[in-house]
């Protein structure tokens, strides 16, 4: 019986033009090659979205193995030497969910010696415990796919790849930085409008007009003080304020006049503002009374969308006592909670992971730091029958392609929680209480 198991998700590997192009494909080979040379009783489980067949719009069904092989040969060449040692099992997850509609993928996949287990999930026995697997979209409302199997029950998340991402790809090469490509990362895809935003400011902006739109933005909130100082000074309330920030502006000479005329042209502005406010006001709350009573928006105090998967992993736990680890991707963190007696494992992405960053001034947009995190999770079984956890993390550089002025208007994002080296499972002897709570990930 297979003593290790190695686990990764969330690969996104192929769609139309700039989506082609695969930033950690060495990484991927090297990992595969290690592998094959190793000499463990090992199985490898994708654990859903291996490929961006939604991505592909230009051919159509099975055709799209085909283009994949294409485009990457050796990274099926390598495919194939490892899965002639050790095997190497594939389920669908959302963006690959044709793997699960067409019988023809699992002897295209065969034939490079990858399992196709067109399940939407899996499980695997080690020591006296059980692992469970699926890739997580189920528990999405946007990408749960209603009738799975069925080529036709496409959620609503397909037709936004289709029409949103997979054009993405087709105009990225266009762009002054070639970062369109990047928005599989950007998750959750409420994020996408944000990101355009910040990207085209940025990066796409004509650089004169960006120099000269940031000190009228970066002292929209020294504007909002001003308009206090104003209004004391107009009342007669208070007028040292005002003859303080003219006394102080009238020391820098030029500089203090146009720093002032700035501030005076952000106080109009917030005054056109002020006047507009109520009638929008007005206008956008009867707009969102209506979508919501089409059930288009949801109010903001939402549960956490962790504890969804959560919640799910507790519903495996109890169906069956014997599972001791559940396992998930699909949303890009990877992470390994304790629920009780269990673990919870999210696989995370080989993808660029962004991390927003809001500047510290101004009305500016937000930066979106770019890193990697190319990590697999080893499971072993202990010699009393739990599960040994191992996390790995493939060494990458960061992209590091922030712009200095991203760099001058924001801090570095905060570093990631810490995911645990080593966690120990021990066999399962009853089932979850059913007022048990996750705690913090559990240590080495």
Partial sequence: ?????????????????????????????????????????????????????????????????????ADYPELFAQLRATGERVPITLIPGNHDYELAAHDEYVDGLAEYNVTLDQSVSLTRELGDAVVHVEHGMQQDPNNRIPDFGNPYANPPGYFVNRQITSRAGRLSGRGTYNWLRDIQAVTPMTQIPDWIASNYFYREMSAWLRFAVVPFLALFNAALWYVGVVALDATGVWSFPMALVQDALALFGPVGYLVDVVLTANLVL???????????????????????????????????????????????????????????????????????????????TWLKRLHRVDPRIGLLPPVYYASYRLNYFRLTATDDGGVRVDYEVVDKPDPDDETLLQRLLTRPPEPEARIPETTVVDAPVSSLPPEEEPTEPPGK
Avoid: C
Wanted: hydrophobic share 40%; proline share 3%.
């Fill in 270 to 348: 917030i005054g056109l503002l002020a006047v507009i406010a109520v009638p929008l006001y007005v206008f956008f709350r009867d707009v969102r009374k209506t979508l919501r009573r089409f059930g288009l928006v949801h109010e903001g105090n939402d549960e956490d969308p962790v504890e969804k998967y959560l919640d799910r992993a507790r519903a495996v736990f109890r169906a069956d006592p014997a599972v001791a680890v559940y396992v998930y991707g699909h949303t890009h963190r990877p992470s390994a909670t304790d629920v009780g007696d269990r673990l919870v494992i999210n696989t995370g």
């Fill in 1 to 69: 019986m297979t003593d290790t198991y190695y686990l990764i998700s969330d690969l996104h590997i192929g769609g139309d033009e700039q989506l082609r192009h695969v930033e950690f494909h060495e990484e991927l080979i090297d990992f595969l090659q290690d592998l094959e040379d190793g000499e463990e009783d090992a199985e490898l489980l994708i654990n859903g979205d291996a490929f961006g067949l939604w991505e592909f719009t230009e051919v159509e069904g099975p055709a799209k193995l085909d283009a994949l092989v």
